[in-house]
């Protein structure tokens, strides 16, 4: 499975050996994690909610995207949903092209579409409360790169 | 009928998470004006619209868009992945 939505933990190593092992002849794999940090100290959780079809929608046509447009050996998206401790995976990405050019600039170009055009929100829970985390600006202004003339080659 | 979905903020603000909804409104922007005149709750969920985005049989979609042939509708703040 090349796109996962799940609750439990993964394990980076193995995820990465298995998608190496199925990518056969890849010069180049490159990976991504995400961790929950505690930005301003405190946080006890985050909550992560998502739309359950429209993620597995979103996430496969945004996977298909990078790999038509990398011609990309492959690509695995993992996203986390439910209740996560500081310290604990969100999510990971993996990208398998013949050149590092190719695996970074698809693993880059799948981590920005992620962060605002796939369903999740997230929660910070902490001792005085619950908040939303806001989308951020800069989150928005990062898919402008990818837009209009193919930049596959930039 | 179709059904109505809320997300996040969205749906804390209303109180449930979907519903289905009896309308005559032909654009989601008709939606959300049936919808608000209801009750304080949904006013203030659809108070700022720069807030909120919309999903059509979870394809994204904006407030002019039709609602013709759709059976889903989802509200939810703009989406924090990754």
Not at chain 1, 15 to 32: L, M, P, R, S, W
Not at chain 1, 39 to 67: F, N, Q
Not at chain 2, 3 to 24: K, M, N, Q
Request: include cysteine; charged fraction near 25%.
């Amino acid at each position: 499975m090349t796109v996962r939505v799940e609750t439990q933990p993964f394990d980076i190593g193995a995820e990465t050996n298995a998608f190496a092992a199925a990518c056969d002849g890849a010069g180049a794999i490159v990976t991504f994690t995400g961790i929950v940090r505690d930005v301003s100290g405190g946080l006890i959780a985050m909550e992560i909610e998502h739309y359950p079809g429209m993620t597995e929608r979103a996430l496969t046509a945004i996977r298909d995207e990078a790999v038509t447009r990398w011609s990309l050996g492959g690509a695995l998206i993992i996203h986390r949903y439910g209740r996560l401790a500081p310290g604990e995976q969100i999510m990971m990405v993996a990208t398998a092209a013949p050149h590092r050019a190719d695996a970074f600039a698809a693993a880059e170009f799948l981590m920005d579409f992620l962060k605002s055009r796939a369903p999740f929100w997230k929660k910070e829970i902490t001792a005085v409360g619950a908040t939303w985390v806001d989308s951020k600006r800069s989150d928005e202004d990062a898919l402008q790169r990818w837009q209009g003339a193919d930049s596959s080659k930039g | 009928m179709i059904d109505v979905v809320y997300f996040a903020w969205v749906r804390e603000r209303i109180g449930l998470p979907r519903e289905r909804v009896e309308t005559s409104a032909t654009s989601v922007a008709g939606l959300i004006e049936e919808l608000t005149a209801r009750e304080d709750r949904y006013a203030a969920a659809f108070a700022d619209l720069s807030a909120l985005r919309v999903a059509l049989d979870q394809e994204l979609g904006s407030f002019d868009s039709s609602l013709a042939g759709v059976r889903e509708v989802a509200f939810f703040p703009p989406m924090t992945g990754g």
